[in-house]
């Protein structure tokens, strides 16, 4: 959104089926006023025109097993979504919901330890998840009484009013919320949170990108580039992935953060994501790519993105935020010809 008109330029521009064109007239577009000069939502930089909620953000555990996931509810509204590895080389979203909140979130699914430590600087979130084993429990226990975080599960006391199953779909992969009927059980101790990364203009270091790939051994995602949204469009196992209402997921930033896995404590084949740290990535917006040095000594810290070659901080564009934590080796920066295969 905050584009150099040199720089486009210079983006290959890569020809988009009338399909998918069709597909994309069902995304919801809105217009920003450039002049403004008024608040900013925190998590999106973007132009906050009612005021900033002063309410807490919602993070909702959301599941993407494999098909029966499928399709999503929700994940277009959300502000910043993480993307986890799981077991047997799967994934899962955390899905941080501020400046807006869908009527429906599906399927939530249960949490893993690595959210944890993703939650811990929003500002005291509510998290939300369909439930999850002993350890975890005593882990998210652990931090929600230290005050990181009201937890919100189905086996909770909180459940039986808020969590619902869509009858259409089977278990466990049709558990539903509505994060605004969570958002308000906040407690006191609930605040609005604070900006997790800097916006600004496309770094210096930038280059075009058609696309970016995340591989594992279960999964490809892959994100292309469209010139015409100006936005990243997700495809996930070589199909383009859809919402609820048909429209392709995208996201105006894509962050590939390489994070060491350990095993977790709480179950012997579950990777558990080290998100604090450093680390090597890329960022990806406008059509370009940067490589980058992500940084969060604790918990409690923002992200900090850095060019991996002067150190300087570089800024993201203003918008919606997916963040990838990947091992190092999984991710690629996709050529011209793979993309116009994939879309093809």
């Keep these: 959104m905050l584009v150099s ?29 450039l002049s403004w000069d008024g608040p ?60 807006r909140l869908p009527e429906k979130v599906l399927p939530v699914r249960s949490a893993r330890s690595s959210d944890i430590d993703l939650l811990l600087n929003l500002n005291h979130p509510v998290f939300v998840y369909w439930g999850a084993n002993d350890i975890v429990l005593s882990e998210i226990q652990t931090a929600e009484w230290a005050g990181g975080f009201d937890s919100r599960s189905a086996s909770s006391q909180w459940g039986e009013r808020y969590f619902e199953r869509d009858s259409s779909r089977s278990r466990p992969d049709n558990g539903y919320v509505n994060p605004s009927d ?50 990243w469009v997700r495809y996930q196992d070589g199909v383009i992935h859809l919402d609820q209402i048909g429209a392709p997921l995208t996201m105006d930033n894509l962050l590939f953060l390489y994070t060491d896995y350990r095993t977790s404590d709480a179950d012997p084949n579950s990777p558990q994501a080290i998100s604090v740290g450093t680390g090597d990535g890329w960022l990806l917006r406008d059509g370009t790519v940067t490589g980058v040095i992500w940084e969060r000594q604790r918990t409690s810290d923002k992200w900090k993105i850095l060019d991996d070659e002067t150190g300087e901080s570089i800024t993201l564009d203003v918008g919606t935020t997916w963040v990838t934590l990947a091992r190092p080796g999984e991710g690629s920066i996709l050529s011209s010809e793979t993309v116009v295969q994939l879309i093809s």
Excluded: M
């Design 40 to 99: 900013l939502y925190p998590l999106t930089g973007l132009p906050a025109y009612e005021g900033i909620p002063q309410e807490p953000a919602v993070a909702v555990k959301i599941g993407n097993n494999d098909r029966n996931s499928l399709p999503h509810y929700g994940l277009r509204e959300a502000d910043i979504v993480y993307e986890v590895r799981i077991e047997s080389g799967k994934s899962r979203f955390l899905a941080v919901y501020h400046s």
């Design 182 to 231: 969570l958002q308000e059980t906040a407690s006191n101790e609930a605040e609005t949170p604070l900006s997790l990364f800097e916006y600004g203009e496309i770094p210096e270091a930038a280059v075009p990108a058609a696309g970016a790939r995340w591989e594992t051994s279960q999964r490809i995602v892959d994100y292309v580039w469209n010139a015409s949204l100006e936005q």
């Design 5 to 33: 008109t040199t720089q486009l330029e210079e983006i290959p521009q890569v020809t988009t089926p009338t399909t998918q064109e069709q597909i994309v007239e069902t995304i919801p577009t809105t217009t920003l006023d």
